[in-house]
């Protein structure tokens, strides 16, 4: 394995994990902002919060993650390969529950509330198993 394909997988993890951190952590904040009274100054600190997190970081991350598995992927010739592209639709997946996620910040910047803490709490946990199938995927290469 050359030296660049060890420091594209090294840096590919390194954003996937920080990705996951928000894509974990963000609707966990909605859970609690969902159950918070609009316009309280604790809606407002999620809402600090969600930005921030969604834009400093989750987004970025995400970003990162895909451009380098893309370099990766291209480096290593693994295009045909099965396994990756089952990996890569549960990729897509996650990039649409990211999409949701955003909205959903956007939807609590303007108090506009349609969903409960139960919803982003079964919300929550799309992320892991995506997160599980993908890291499943990537490792075993079963195909």
């Avoid at 809606?43 to 598995?69: D, H, N």
């Avoid at 990766?72 to 639709?89: E, N, Y």
Wanted: charge should be positive; charged fraction near 15%; aromatic fraction near 12%.
């Amino acid at each position: 394995m050359t030296s660049l394909v060890l420091w594209l997988k090294a840096l590919h993890i390194m954003a996937f994990a920080a990705w996951m951190a928000g894509m974990w952590y963000l609707p966990r904040l909605m859970v609690y902002h969902a159950d918070t009274p609009a316009g309280s100054a604790c809606s407002e600190t999620f809402k600090v919060m969600e930005r921030r997190l969604l834009r400093a970081i989750t987004t970025p991350a995400m970003i990162v993650t895909v451009l380098l598995g893309i370099w990766l992927a291209t480096a290593q010739a693994q295009w045909r390969d099965g396994w990756l592209h089952v990996k890569l639709l549960l990729v897509v997946i996650m990039l649409a529950v990211h999409g949701l996620l955003v909205r959903h910040v956007r939807e609590f910047a303007t108090d506009k509330r349609e969903r409960s803490g139960r919803y982003f709490r079964m919300l929550n946990e799309a992320p892991t198993v995506l997160f599980i199938g993908i890291v499943l995927f990537a490792v075993l290469k079963p195909f």
